[in-house]
């Protein structure tokens, strides 16, 4: 009976600090076990309420901008806590140094805990706190902190080049924006469609909430006819990483023109008086069209082979897309 008061009052000069219960300590550290000390230090880390923590949770912040917490380093034994030193794990978290390492009983050293945000979504670390304190020469808490994702958005859905002549280009843009709440990365842009080409220098690219970024695409058909494609936007965006914009265009000769020449038996080259568009020339002799000749770009002119010149007299009809006048 009396030894059962004894460990009874004993037990309620320990656990005067609501802390005891919180953290668990009495199932995992064992501070009634055979260690015998003449007097011990109690590490008890609290908040601004006075209350012991094993975890401190920055919440979701909607920037990179720092954010600081202040824990107090309390010392509830009966001797100097003496504090070894301190380590934190974890992308984005940092801890100030103590003014100093000892702390008398019943005295506190404020310690400052900072979350930057390095990248969206979840961060976890943890700070570790070594000390003399016996039964607890580990601290550890636990940290966490989250940084808001952004939202992706366009002005556009669709880009529509209309009419453009082959060999000439046409750019149009599409502006990105971030309705927030925290930042995205462009990570790339492209199109999946050579004849429209999208710029992908400076990314990736990080856009704060409310800000925008501008994106071209290029329309520079090789080719007469019609092209459709898609533009695809990449970002960090949780809920919707791609983002795709249909492009479409329609590539046209600018102009056409005819030439008529007449052989002499003799002349096999007859040079253009427009700069023609390779691969449009078409040659007719006497009506029917022509073989055994071909367009040399260089000269602007069509060549006939060896021993196929157009006879005396012969007409000859040059019809082809003349090279377009860009913008």
């Known amino acids: 009976m009396m030894w059962g008061l004894i460990l009874s009052c004993f037990f309620c000069n320990r656990v005067q600090d609501d802390g005891w219960g919180e953290t668990g ?10 260690t015998e000390v003449d007097c011990a230090p109690w590490i008890s880390v609290r908040d601004g309420d006075d209350k012991a923590v094993d975890t401190l949770d920055f919440g979701t912040v909607a920037n990179a901008d720092p954010v600081t917490l202040e824990l107090l380093v309390t ?47 979840q961060s976890v670390g943890s700070l570790t706190i070594l000390s003399n304190d016996p039964f607890d020469t580990e601290y550890i808490i636990d940290l966490t902190g989250a940084l808001a994702n952004g939202t992706m958005t366009s002005d556009v859905s669709a880009l529509d080049f209309g009419e453009v002549a082959v060999g000439c280009e046409v750019e149009l843009g599409a502006t990105i924006g971030n ?65 795709a914009i249909a492009v ?41 069209l022509a073989a055994g000749w071909n367009f040399d770009s260089s000269a602007n002119a069509v060549v006939f082979d060896d021993g196929n010149a157009p006879a005396e007299g012969a007409a000859i009809s040059a019809t082809y897309a003349t090279q377009p006048v860009c913008d």
């Open 75 to 121: 010392n509830k034994g009966e001797c100097d806590l003496v504090i070894d030193g301190m380590s934190v794990d974890g992308e984005g978290f940092t801890a100030s140094t103590l003014d100093s390492p000892i702390i008398e009983p019943d005295a506190a050293e404020a310690l400052l805990v900072t979350f930057v945000a390095e990248s969206a979504g």
């Open 179 to 243: 309705t927030g709440p925290g930042p995205i990365e462009i990570i790339e842009v492209s199109s999946d469609v050579t004849d429209f080409e999208v710029g992908s220098d400076g990314l990736p690219k990080s856009i704060e909430a409310d800000q925008d970024l501008s994106v071209l695409v290029r329309y520079a058909p090789e080719a007469e006819g019609e092209h459709a494609g898609t533009v695809t936007i990449l970002s960090s965006d949780a809920s919707e990483p791609e983002l």
């Open 248 to 288: 479409t265009g329609t590539a046209v000769y600018s102009d056409w023109n005819t030439e008529d020449f007449t052989g002499n038996g003799s002349n096999r080259v007859f040079i253009l008086d427009s700069v023609a568009v390779d691969g449009t020339v078409e040659v007719r002799v006497s009506g029917v």
């Open 25 to 34: 300590w009495w199932g995992e550290t064992g501070r009634w076990d055979d």
